[in-house]
């Protein structure tokens, strides 16, 4: 694991998808980050890219060629991350394009996530660059999973995530195969969103061009636990597997498959373009109250 830690948080990343692996509270002596229960989810923080949630058929085309994906793209369980440790509150991950990726992924690319601490901040930041000589085509997302409740004499009831002018946003409903229907949810109570074990019956709640920019997990009568800021990522999810003890918040640049995709990743709704040798820079930010 590499770590970092200051006078507040102590902050665990796993170097095999540079997926974070504890977010914890030294003043409050308590653990932020969801610990991975495969009874219901074994993953805590995967990292989205090039793409996120699934493919239909898992497939896409591109130049008139079929290519296979996995869910959520080939970053999560990579051992091919290099890591970087820059300082004690500061370590980075880098993945260049292999032979391996390029089976996948027709694209020439260098992905670096950098995580740094920054008092009760941890600020994850992204650089992708395009280093081949075509437009490269991608997605890109977070997925961390937050304890909730956090205490043992709390209920997942008495917790709400607070978003400042998401109100009115409706939620995608996904369809069997995980694809995004043109089905949609009301969810916000004002800007609030009330945790309740049937909320996610329907799987994630998806945001398409949320006009909010943080997202705040509180209690009912103590008030917020955390937040994240996402102004960098226009679209956000909100998922948990019901009846654990878990909420993730998801800043994403894209999202899912449509049902009626045309399975073109140039044509994909919410795909992202670079063109050749260009950088893209994006980050948000998980602030512990």
């Known amino acids: 694991m590499n770590i970092l830690e200051n006078e507040f948080l102590k902050v665990l990343i796993n170097p095999i998808g540079a997926e974070l692996h504890s977010i914890y509270n030294k003043e409050k ?33 591109y130049k008139g060629k079929s290519y296979q ?36 992924y027709p694209f020439h ?40 409740p956090l205490y043992d004499d709390e209920k997942y009831t008495d917790y709400h995530i607070y978003l400042e002018k998401g109100s009115g946003t409706p939620s995608n409903i996904l369809s069997n ?9 009301e969810v916000f109570e004002e800007d609030k969103i009330k945790l309740t074990p049937t909320l996610f019956d329907h799987d994630a709640l998806i945001f398409k061009n949320i006009n909010a ?20 990522f226009p679209d956000l999810g909100i998922w948990a597997k019901p009846k654990a003890s878990y909420v993730c918040i998801e800043p994403w640049l894209g999202y899912a498959d449509l049902e009626n995709t045309t399975q073109n ?23 512990i109250h």
């Open 109 to 148: 690319f260098r992905f670096e996530i950098t995580y740094e601490l920054l008092g009760k901040k941890l600020v994850v930041s992204h650089h992708i660059t395009n280093t081949g000589k075509d437009m490269m085509y991608f997605n890109l997302g977070g997925h961390p999973a937050f304890n909730c």
């Open 29 to 61: 002596n308590i653990e932020h980050l969801w610990q991975g229960d495969p009874k219901f989810w074994a993953s805590r923080a995967p990292v989205l890219f090039p793409v996120i949630g699934v493919l239909k058929n898992n497939s896409y085309s």
């Open 177 to 185: 195969e995980g694809l995004i229907s043109d089905q949609t949810i």
């Open 69 to 104: 994906m996995p869910k959520h793209g080939f970053i999560r369980y990579n051992d091919d991350l290099v890591a970087e440790q820059l300082s004690d509150t500061k370590v980075s991950f880098s993945l260049h394009d292999t032979d391996k990726t390029l089976e996948v």
């Open 265 to 287: 990743i140039e044509e994909k709704e919410g795909i992202q373009q670079l063109a050749p040798e260009k950088k893209h820079q994006s980050a948000y930010t998980i602030m």
């Open 213 to 232: 920019e943080k997202a705040t997990l509180s209690h009912e009568t103590k008030g917020p636990m955390l937040s994240m800021e996402f102004k960098d």
